[in-house]
DNA sequence: TCGCTACCGTACCGTACGTTACGGTTCTCG
DNA sequence: CGAGAACCGTAACGTACGGTACGGTAGCGA
């Protein structure tokens, strides 16, 4: 299974699968095929059975979401706050979305009784893919001298704490959360200031920033 | 619905419930009946549908939930903080706790789909809940002039990503994820501490209590 | 004792859905 | 052009499960 390529018209099946979730509606097989314009057929030739589908849906998503390392270019106090807040804006973004979520959904709703764990998925490709590009960021940061800490992943654990709250369960939940970018912007801006003052050896930004 | 009182058996019935959500084990109208030693008709009579059935679940643990409001004793930095560290321990205790991880397991797999919004009912009881609770608790130390934010919202949102970061999405997700009561009291310490330091308005708490 | 209510246990019904089977069409390759 | 593979659309099968019906029993008031 892994390691396995996807033609256009297998990805294109994936995709319809993620319309079905994203629109809310059931995922049954019939839905899938009626959906990809395919046969039922050709899902269990491809898939194996449904679960298989929707491990490989939750893959090819997972995918598709790889973006950008920060640049290792002048390290100072500002491009240091400046990459912080873009990983938050950009992470707001995705867990704000309405692929994430319903991909999150499906995978919590399977968590503990199937044995396709697909929460295991999701975990490595958002929670800890993140946290493989930020790390280097912080650490980067505290060989500069601008920040102070003892353990990475705690560190980072803040950060996330800082940036995301109760965002996603909340969203999860289906509360009715609006996220425009300029909320997002502001939340990503004070978080990275949040954490520089929590964990920054400089002077801490000014308090007007921080009580917005 | 709302308002109604439930007979002991049925109390007994709705903990057969949560037994069953908490074992991980299908949560059909039969396993419920089997479990609870109870006829099916009965359930249907007692809660109309399958629906009310988990609704009324639903509601009754977030019933049994409801603890300790804080008493607004001498507000100074100490109390203050040993108040907020309290508040975060027992809410660490409760959303790693086997119950809230299935409840919000099932209201999330709801939400969107279902019309009964077990989401909201969990929402209301869960997050606003202790929001209504700790909220006071940041005015009074306003008033006392120990801390300094300009929206209560903003500040008891960030309180609540320093104490939770991702530990509940990771839970829901099926993360192994371990929290001794030592490790609770430990992140609760630390999240108070990190909290008066973002938005106390005396010295921050000394360097080493937060990067441990 | 008679009737009534509430409830248990079980059998039953209808539907939804995962899975399989099959006929028909298009494409590829020799 | 002919054979086979790949695939579409649909029909069919088996089961799980929500919901209903019904017989049997215990308690209770008259």
Redesign the pocket.
Known sequence: MPGEEL?E?QQAVLDAVLALMVAGE??????V??R???????L???FG???GLLAATVRWQASKVRAGNFDRQSMDAGALRESLSRFAANWLTVISSPTSIALNRLAISHAGSHETNLGGIVLANGRLAIGERVKPLLDAGREAGILAFDDTETAFRTFIGLVGRDVQVRLLLGDRLKLSPATIAADAGRAADQFITLYGTGRPAPAATLNA
């Open positions: 033609s018209r059931a995922l049954t097989m019939n839905a095929a009626r990809a314009s395919c046969s039922k057929e050709t269990y030739k491809w059975d449904r679960d």
